[in-house]
């Protein structure tokens, strides 16, 4: 699967044993945004809980959850594409 920006976007993965559905989510959010200073500012949390979101650590609330996953359907809604 392919991402639709630039590899050096700054995106935390999680790791094989913690790529929950909650991080991918995330971290596909985050690409959309294009990295995690304007995810951070468009879901309005701070840095330090998305990185934790991010990789897995932590699982986020329910909202940023669904605010993530609302940026990914729009995102494909726009493009008309499953990348």
């Known amino acids: 699967?392919?991402?639709p920006v630039e590899a050096?976007?700054?995106c935390p993965h999680p790791?094989?044993?913690r790529e929950t559905t909650h991080a991918r989510a995330l971290h596909r959010a985050c690409l959309i945004i294009g990295g995690v200073e304007g995810l951070c500012r468009h879901l309005g949390v701070s840095e330090a809980a998305l990185?934790?979101?991010l990789?897995?650590?932590d699982d986020p609330p329910q909202m940023v959850f669904l605010a993530a996953v609302?940026?990914?359907l729009l995102h494909l809604d726009n493009?008309?594409?499953t990348n």
């Open 1 to 3: 699967m392919t991402t």
């Open 8 to 10: 050096n976007v700054d």
């Open 15 to 17: 790791p094989p044993s």
């Open 51 to 53: 990185r934790a979101w």
């Open 55 to 57: 990789e897995g650590r």
């Open 70 to 72: 609302e940026i990914v």
């Open 79 to 81: 493009t008309g594409s």
